[in-house]
Each structure stands twice: as C-alpha cells, then as structure tokens.
C-alpha cells in the first residue's frame, strides 16, 4: 500500500479499520512494527490503571506476535495458571509465564500482557504490558495535558480521553538528559504546543525543537516520577 500518512494513521471508528504496516526479515527472523513506536509499561500506577481498565480481552492475532518474541508466540493462546493450573505456560502448578493478549478499542491497536508469577506464595506476581503507541489522536482531537509516568508518556486529550504519546518506531522518546530520546520528545511537544495542541501527529523533525521545551525534557525536574503539563505550561516554556 501507498506509505501516507492520512493512511496510516490509526483506526478510525468511523469506518472501522486499522492501517498498520509490519516490517519482517525471513533471513533473520525478525518482525516488528515499520511505524508505530513500542511502549513497555512496567509500573503501575494511577494513568496506568485507566488506560488498563479499558482495554479488552481478545484472541491473539498478527500484531500480538509483533509484540512478542517467536519463542513466547504459542503463550498467547495458553490460559494462565489462575484460569488453569495444567496450563503449558504454568510452573509447577502455580507458577506462570503466560501471556495474555488485549486491544485497545480507542485505537484499535494490540497489548500483550506478559505474566510472571514465582512458584508458591509471597514471590513474585506481576504483569508488563506491551504494546504500540499511535501515530496520532483520533481526528479532530487536541492534546490538553502532556504526562510524565515513571518513563511512560501519556498525553489527555481536550475530551478526557488518556493516550500514549503519539510515536514513531524511530523515535525512542527519554527525559532527564542531553540525547537523542529528549530532543524527540521535546521536538513532538513543540509542535503540539505551536498548533494550540492541533497536530498531534508523530514524525517531528529534531531541528524543530523549542530550546526552552528541549531544556525542560533535559533536566532533572522532568525526571522525577511523574509530572503533568497542562498545555498552556508547554507554550511557557516555549522561548522561540
């Protein structure tokens, strides 16, 4: 298909279909998202928490194997050892190792949730997400608050709606120091704060970062936890 922009945006839920483009290598066993920035998502925490509890149980298809190493593939269709002791992905009967495949219904786009669950009780139990960010927000959305989460960036929208900061599989976004993550954080961020948070799509130019949101992005102040910008604060610290 034609490589354009309009195209590949994200699901629009007025027409109800997704343009994703894969990148694969047979030679080398690779498959990966050509476009779409990939997101882990560890911690869990407040924004974190809304945007799990909207997501959907579903079964696994393409862009769950994106999302997953080749070996891990057939976890996607084992139950979990909290659904079935005998599971393949179970350990020694409680232990697990499985992986559980959601969407988003905003955006269309694929999550797998990987489990890791020690032996026994009291050790370790928990869930890391992956998944892909957007290109954009859904047409004629505006970005209101950018959002800081423990390395994650979310951005809400004027209508409420929490979304990963629209990415870039190029882009590699980071706070918290001079590099490349940080100039294409903030150069995403000027943008949005130079259209009165209209554009929102992804694919920002480094050279188009404002110094004065470039400096913010590089600081300590940004990397501390979480921290939340209103719009308007984006456009304050804007010095070109």
């Avoid at 554009?199 to 913010?216: E, S």
């Avoid at 990397?223 to 209103?230: P, Y």
Wanted: proline share 7%; charged share 20%.
């Amino acid at each position: 298909m034609t490589d354009l922009q309009g195209d590949l945006n994200l699901t629009d839920p007025t027409k109800g279909y997704l343009h994703f483009v894969v990148y694969t290598d047979q030679s080398l066993g690779i498959a990966s998202a050509s476009r779409n920035g990939e997101v882990t998502i560890r911690k869990e925490s407040p924004y974190a928490r809304e945007w799990l509890d909207r997501l959907e149980r579903c079964q696994p298809n393409a862009l769950h194997c994106v999302l997953v190493e080749p070996t891990k593939i057939p976890a996607l269709f084992d139950p979990c050892v909290k659904e079935d002791k005998d599971s393949p992905s179970a350990v020694a009967g409680s232990g697990c190792v499985c992986r559980r495949p959601f969407y988003d219904p905003v955006f269309g786009l694929p999550v797998v949730g990987e489990h890791f669950k020690h032996v026994g009780d009291g050790g370790t139990d928990q869930w890391t997400y992956e998944t892909f960010a957007p290109l954009a927000l859904l047409p004629g959305d505006r970005v209101s608050r950018f959002i800081v989460d423990y390395g994650v960036f979310w951005v809400r929208t004027e209508k409420g709606v929490l979304s990963l900061v629209p990415q870039h599989h190029s882009s590699g976004y980071n706070i918290g120091y001079g590099g490349g993550g940080p100039h294409a954080l903030a150069a995403y961020l000027s943008q949005v704060a130079a259209t009165d948070g209209e554009n929102t799509t992804a694919g920002t130019p480094y050279d188009q970062a404002d110094p004065g949101i470039l400096a913010w992005m590089e600081s300590s102040t940004a990397d501390r936890g979480t921290n939340e910008l209103t719009l308007r604060d984006l456009q304050a610290l804007r010095r070109g």
